[in-house]
């Protein structure tokens, strides 16, 4: 069974950082590639980033250059590390694991966290 718990949510204002952490397990880690997705109130889910088991990563257009996802295998954790936000970017983020092309956009998550929610507003 893989776990995936979502933490690092808040209010910030436009321009700002977050950073979000997606604990789970150094198996999940070596196994599958790990994402983000997002969710906007009457939108629907859509892709952010993913990381490869062996390291690739892949973001969206609408957040490339501003965010940056990254693993620690230590702390068996995926980061999510958002700066310039914007009001776009206000959305419940979720972390999900699975079958994945490293460093392309081909990912298949099977398995989904509880979202945190990131509100983005002056």
């Known amino acids: 069974q893989v776990q995936l718990v979502e933490s690092g949510g808040g209010l910030v204002q436009p321009g700002g950082s977050l950073r979000l952490s997606c604990a789970t397990s150094?198996?999940?880690?070596?196994?599958?590639?790990v994402g983000w997705f997002r969710q906007a109130p009457g939108k629907e889910r859509e892709f952010v980033a993913v990381i490869s088991e062996i390291g690739g990563t892949f973001y969206a257009n609408s957040v490339k250059g501003r965010f940056s996802i990254a693993r620690d295998i230590a702390q068996t954790t995926v980061s999510l590390q958002m700066n310039s936000l914007i009001l776009d970017d206000t959305a419940v983020y979720f972390c999900?694991?699975?079958?994945?092309?490293?460093?392309?956009?081909?990912?298949?998550?099977?398995?989904w966290g509880q979202g945190t929610q990131v509100t983005v507003s002056s």
């Open positions: 150094e198996r999940t880690l070596r196994t599958y590639s």
């Open positions: 999900a694991a699975g079958a994945g092309k490293s460093g392309t956009g081909w990912f298949k998550p099977r398995w």
